[in-house]
DNA sequence: TAGTGGTCTAGACCACTTC
DNA sequence: AAGTGGTCTAGACCACTAA
């Protein structure tokens, strides 16, 4: 009956428990691999594979030179609905996602979002979402959206070529897509924006998303898909958010349906 | 300017492609770890380290004495607000997670859910939830969810004492807490759901969880929180469940707020 | 009991970061 | 150049599953 768990995963929980206990700040520097080997707590891979752990858990970070090293925990970033509200965008000239930055008290600064726009053919998930045959030309204006130098999410919205054409979503320019960003253009082209679907799921990153949002080893995304439409039903905008799943929280109120009474209520 | 990527991860991606590509189908079995070392793809911990690359992302399913397998990919269960309607369980008998399986197309067969009742003192956001001090008393109905044999969430119902006491959910009964579920039982002791409000978030699963849930490693659970209240405000019932993040969308649909415009919308 | 994955070691050598 | 993590090997032995 000798002990079943491996060796490593004692090794991890033990750092693990000492972190979570404050025992190691935030910071600071854990022993290095080779240190625990002559201290005779196992091989150097043996070690190693616990630091992996540790690292897959989000608890600390690896860099070669540096050390190993306990990692701050990162402040939820809070998504309610409210973020969306009309009076931000069509009366002030405050986007969305600027406005989340100011409800979490932090500042804004230009060009912490890259943008691109391009003419694409629609991938089967847009050309559903806007009801056009898969492959149609639709515009894509991508975004990656950076907390300071680091990158927390990225935006892709797609527009039906005759809502946008003309406008000023079509032009490149890096930054917002000019005052009050993307629906601010909608509204004064005359589609004014009414409700929308969220729809969310995690899943694993590619290879390509862990790089370019700078994810630890093992973290997860969470893909998100919006779907505006305009009071008669029209889409107007369909777009993809990839996000660091550990950084983000969503919130959503809503009434409790009741389809054996309201009638008019719709969808 | 040699090969820069590790070879167990080229080997990794080389499988992941052929897994992606259908040329393993779902179900079948990738070569053994000890045939791809005397084939010179390298040593058995290399090998094995590509395996586990390939397991962490989910696509295959190492088991000792069996082999690694190609793992089926299991369809998203999709959860809307529709799951709620009033109309399912005030009327019918129908509990809103029978609801989410008719939905789908699958089943239903009693005891697919253990409960556990019991009177417990407030954990931090559950207090804060219900407005009341930490440490007060609450019922806690936890239930194991699961689909056949295959557990697919936990969820934890909270009820404030005076909500509840002598009614069927303080009834420490497997299976739904009888007829409608817990909000007809709400409804008839005079509590009428009117909204709620759910929070997501993703995370790293405790080791408990992992077990329970069944995740495969390196898998995340996907957090959420349930706030429903009565029309005058009042909180009947907070719950927080734990998903397995691969197995679940969600889906929300809202108007567009407008802050400037509605002015008897309240929160 | 045979089959197959899982852990562990000792040591060599590589690669990135900081000085 | 020194420091620190990352990869790789060959082989021993352990642990769980299925027949």
Same mark, same amino acid.
Request: proline residues 0%; hydrophobic residues 25%.
């Given at each position: 009956m000798a002990p079943k768990t491996p060796k490593w995963r004692d090794l991890a929980d033990r750092f693990g428990e000492q972190i979570r206990n404050g025992e190691y700040e935030p910071g600071q520097q854990l022993p290095q691999i080779r240190e625990l080997v002559e201290a005779g707590e196992g091989s150097k891979e043996t070690v190693h594979r616990a630091y992996k752990a540790l690292e897959a858990e989000g608890l600390v970070t690896m860099t070669r030179g540096h050390g190993t090293v306990v990692r701050p925990k990162s402040p939820l970033k809070r998504l309610g609905?409210?973020?969306?509200?009309?009076a931000k965008w069509r %009366?002030? %000239?405050?986007?969305a996602f600027i406005a989340d930055r100011v409800a979490s008290g932090r500042t804004y600064s230009r060009n912490e979002q890259t943008q691109n726009v391009s003419r694409v053919k629609a991938p089967a998930a847009v050309a559903e979402a806007h009801g056009l045959p898969e492959g149609a030309d639709v515009y894509a204006r991508a975004r990656l959206v950076k907390e300071g130098t680091q990158p927390t999410h990225t935006l892709t919205s797609y527009y039906r070529p005759e809502h946008v054409e003309g406008t000023r979503i079509v032009d490149p320019t890096p930054g917002p897509a000019g005052r009050g960003g993307g629906f601010r253009v909608l509204y004064d082209a005359g589609y004014e924006i009414d409700h929308m679907r969220e729809e969310l799921f995690a899943r694993v990153p590619t290879a390509e998303e862990a790089q370019l949002l700078q994810l630890s080893p093992g973290e997860w995304v969470v893909e998100l898909h919006r779907t505006t439409y305009t009071a008669d039903g029209t889409v107007v905008e369909f777009a993809v958010g990839v996000h660091a799943a550990s950084r983000f929280a969503w919130s959503y109120d809503f009434k409790v349906p009741d389809s054996a009474a309201t009638e008019g209520e719709s969808k």
């Open positions: 609905i409210a973020r969306y509200d009309k %009366d002030g %000239d405050e986007v």
